[in-house]
């Protein structure tokens, strides 16, 4: 079992973890159900408040109007490609949706489909728990959310106890 670990902060820093001392007795808490102080031991002493906080920016929420029957639903996810798909049929239309999510490029591409013009109809917004993300549509077909993310968090408490 590996009892050390190297975090890395999102600059890329890395930040040195030693769990090795303290792992047998915060094991020992949770396996005798003694959840809560299992959970003050782990924020106390295993110095979490230094390790990275990876959290989205924000939220996409495409709402789409239409109501029917739903028939030859299918989801597929594309690992070779990293590409999600969903296709399906209402009132007579098929409908596809496409995503795919390029960490390099920072881009996240969104391809709806529908085999019958005028039937997609939905509406984009664009949400956020971070003050500072601020939203704005820069052209008729894009959408921008820039803001910046805690660098770290701090643990929330347990509260199965």
Not at 1 to 15: A, E, F, V
């Amino acid at each position: 079992m590996k009892t050390r670990s190297t975090p890395t902060k999102p600059d890329g820093q890395d930040l040195p973890l030693d769990i090795t001392k303290d792992f047998s007795t915060i094991t020992n808490l949770i396996l005798t159900g003694q959840n809560g102080e299992a959970d003050f031991q782990v924020t106390k002493k295993l110095d979490w408040p230094r390790c990275a906080c990876y959290q989205t920016l924000g939220n996409l929420h495409l709402k789409f109007e239409g109501t029917g029957e739903v028939s030859d639903y299918l989801r597929e996810l594309d690992l070779r490609d990293a590409v999600a798909k969903v296709h399906y049929r209402q009132n007579g239309v098929g409908f596809d949706r496409e995503v795919f999510i390029s960490h390099p490029d920072d881009a996240t591409i969104i391809r709806l489909y529908a085999d019958k013009a005028g039937a997609l109809n939905f509406q984009v917004t664009l949400d956020s728990q971070h003050p500072t993300a601020k939203s704005k549509s820069s052209s008729t077909n894009e959408f921008v959310m820039s803001g910046q993310l805690p660098g770290f968090a701090l643990r929330r408490s347990l509260e199965i106890c």
